[in-house]
Every structure is written in structure tokens, then in C-alpha cells.
């Protein structure tokens, strides 16, 4: 038996009764709705050309996000709200957010103006990620006609408001809100929606080959750029097990469905330079979607996430058929493209350790595109103090090998040594040791090896308070 896809649209019921798991909302809403506004662009999640809002229930309100709808799978909508651009003037007339931006020449050839006003609508109507700066709102959306300085005007003349309450909206998704897991199939194609901890172990005890999405951010890519085939998904991002954020004096636990838009304000409670490089992963449409577990359950060598984990010291669990396991998160990553995960076993969640409060930490991400863009290199660095001795270290590295990796001859380096600029230097040197980098569109091996030696010696201008010359800020930041 199928269970059909039913999520609302402008408060009507859509229902699906044959919905393709690997189908996308913007070809459902572009071929099968008539919804054209939304625009395919790069479909990829990188443009925000497609950007609509989604909304789910929060306790008895909803939540609405901006997301790319090139990458949610139609599952993924399942007991949801869903607002497009044509949603804004169902009355015929502009809204006064469209009505700014044609008066002020925002839109210029005007493909990516339904996403850019998508998102600044959720802006105005108290969605996720309301309270950033405006750039950082509107920095997932991409203008080849570099049109920001009236967009950004556009913005500013309608500021962010509260949550509006909506009960009708409340009432209509209660009443579609599954009070079970969900199970269909398309073709020879299967797909599972589990809502609940013990559903999903007992899905992947009978599927283990089966392949979990939460926000489709890296999955989604797989089959709109890679054409893959994907014969069996599990769709996690309704397990509440999953999706729980805990706060306490030891640290941050994280289920690994927590979406980084949600991670991010206790994040950087631990550290700043860890929020902001949270920040800086993806634009806030991918942040609304992709996860915490998911950025490290793909094994990415460049994913932003696990080299500041992995130097923070936080440990992974996994939940299989045998129950639970607990590892240091450096050891789930063994080779490219091969992770310590078992038959059956699924990334349950990640805990952060807090660091002591005098900890010297850095944590920094490069790449050539500031905003939404892959890193070239991301290294983080956590040195204990005592008395002018470096008692402990740990560094870590994306982009440097096969694997986010620490980088152990230059710990050797530092631990016991005296936290000198000649220490430094000695530690910089080793990192040659430790990692031999691939050339690549990001950057060269010798670019990523002289790069990395430069975060370590910002490291060292950061904490003892030495200006930084013009030549290395050059070498830091290039």
C-alpha cells in the first residue's frame, strides 16, 4: 500500500497519491501545479532562483522557512505548508514588499526575482532566520544581473516582523498531520517517512542498504546534477529523537537531523568562530534544510561541519540493529567515501564538548566565493594552556585529504612545547607531514598547504595580540 504525499497550498489540500521519492517540488509545482513563478536556475540549491517557504507546525504556530525546491524531494512535504510567489498576490495586486521592488528597480531581467522576494517575504512574516543581518537572508540568492544595492533597499524599506498567527493554518495542518509512518512505492522505487526512533530502526533492520535524507542538500544533488537512480530512501527529518537541540554546562548535543539553522545560535555559544562558520554554510535556504548528522554521514572531505567537530573533540552515536555505539568523531571517517557505519546503522547524533574558557580556538573556512560556496580549505585549532605551555592540541582539516583528518605531527609539534612564534613555525612545518593535498578548481596542494600554515599563524597573531602584516594578511585571505 502507498500512503499519499499531502501537504497545503494556500491552505488547500494537495494530495499525491503517486508521488516519485526522488521527484522534486519545483518540477511538481512547475509541470504539475502550473506554479511557474518558481524558477529552476542552477538545481543544485545554490541560486535560491527556485526559493520558496514552507511551514510546519510548532507547537501552535507555524514555522515557516525558506528552502530551495530544486532539492526537496516530495516526501519531504508531507504535512506541511507550502507558500509560493503566486501565493503573495492571489488578489491580483502586488504585495508592498513587490511593489518596492518594482518602483526601485530591483528586478532587472527578472529571473531571479520570485526567489529574492520568496525570501525577503519570510523575512517580513517572522520566518526561520528573521533576526540576520539582511545580506545574510538574501545571500542564498544569486543575481547575474548584479542588482543588490536596490534589492537590498527593497529589503530594508520592510524590516522583519513576529510570527503572524494563523489558526485557521494551524487547524488545517493538524488535521494532515500523520500520526504514523509513512510508506509508498513508485515503480520499483521505495521510500519510508518514519515518525518515530523505533520506526526507523526497524525500517533500516529490514532495508539497511536504504538510503537516509533529512534535508536533501547532497542527496538532492545526486539526482537533479548526477542523475542517479535511488531505489530505496528514508526520509528522517520528522523523527523528533533526531531533531532535538540540548544545551548544558558539558556541552551541545545534537540530533542529527538538527537542521544548521537551527544549530546555530548554540553553536556559537560555544565559540563564535564556530558560528560563524555556520553561518557561512550555504545560504540560509540550505541551512533550513541540510543537517548537522547529514554533513557528517556523506563522509564529505570538504564538508564545513567536521574539522571544527572533529578539533572541539565531539563524539558521534550510532544506532544499529545492535543498539547504540559512541565514537570520537575523527574515527567514523576511514577513506574517501568510506565511513565506520555498519549494516543497518544510521547517524543518531553528535555531542559538542565545552570548551574550557581559556581555550585558544580558531576555527576558519576559505573559499574563493565568501558566501554560499564550497570550501577550498576549512581548518580548526583548539591549543590548551598552562602557564605559557601548550598541554594539549588538537587541529583538524577539510579539504587537506581524502577525509576531514587531524593533522597529528603537527600536534606533535605544539604539545609541551612553549606557545612561542617559534613554535608555530616549527608546527606550520609539520603540516607538510601531515597532509598531501590534491590540486583542484578550489586550489592547489601547495596554495592549500601554504593556507593552512597561515590559519596556524593567525592563530598565534590572534592570541598574542602581534599585528598581522599586510603580507600575511594577504597569504591568510587569498
Known sequence: MTDPV????????????????????????????????????????????CTVLVGELAGDGVAWRAVNACIQFLPMLHGRALMTVESLSRSGTPTPLQATMAANGASQCGFCTPGFVMSLHGRGIGAVGRELPLADVIAGNLCRCTGYGPILAAGEAHPPGPPRPDPAL??????????????????????????????LCDVMAAHPDARLVAGATDVGLWVTKGLRGIDKLVFVADVPELTRIAESAEGVHLGAAARYADAHAPLARLHPDLGELVRRIGGLQVRNAGTVGGNIANGSP???????????????????????????????????????????????????????ADDVIHIAKLSKRFD??????????????????????????????????????????????????????????????????????????AYRLDAAANLLRRLWHRTAGTPVSVLDAEAIDG
Open 372 to 445: 554560499s560556496d564550497i570550501s577550498a580549505l576549512c581548518g580548526a585549532f583548539r591549543l590548551t594552556l598552562r602557564e605559557g605551555t601548550i598541554a594539549a592540541a588538537r587541529i583538524a582539516f577539510g579539504g587537506m585529504a581524502a577525509t576531514p583528518r587531524r593533522a597529528p605531527a603537527c600536534e606533535a609539534a605544539l604539545t609541551g612545547a612553549p606557545f612561542t612564534a617559534e613554535t608555530i613555525e616549527r608546527a606550520a612545518a609539520a603540516l607538510a607531514a601531515d597532509y598531501a593535498p590534491l590540486s583542484d578548481l578550489r586550489g592547489s596542494a
Open 170 to 199: 494551524v487547524a488545517a495542518l493538524r488535521a494532515i498531520r500523520p500520526t504514523r509512518g509513512l510508506a509508498g512505492q513508485f515503480g520499483e522505487r521505495l521510500w519510508f517517512a518514519p515518525r518515530a526512533l523505533s520506526e
Open 6 to 49: 499531502r501537504f497545503l497550498l494556500d491552505g488547500a489540500v494537495i494530495e499525491i497519491a503517486d508521488a516519485d521519492p526522488t521527484g522534486t517540488l519545483l518540477d511538481h509545482l512547475r509541470t504539475r501545479l502550473g506554479r511557474t513563478g518558481t524558477k529552476e536556475g542552477c538545481a543544485e540549491g545554490d541560486c535560491g532562483a
Open 302 to 356: 570538504i564538508g564545513d561541519g567536521p574539522p571544527a567537530l572533529i578539533a572541539l573533540g565531539a563524539e558521534l552515536t550510532l544506532r544499529g540493529p545492535e543498539g547504540q555505539r559512541t565514537l570520537p568523531l575523527e574515527a567514523y571517517f576511514l577513506d574517501y567515501g568510506k565511513q565506520d557505519r555498519r549494516a543497518g546503522e544510521f547517524v543518531e547524533s553528535v555531542f559538542v564538548p565545552r570548551p574550557a
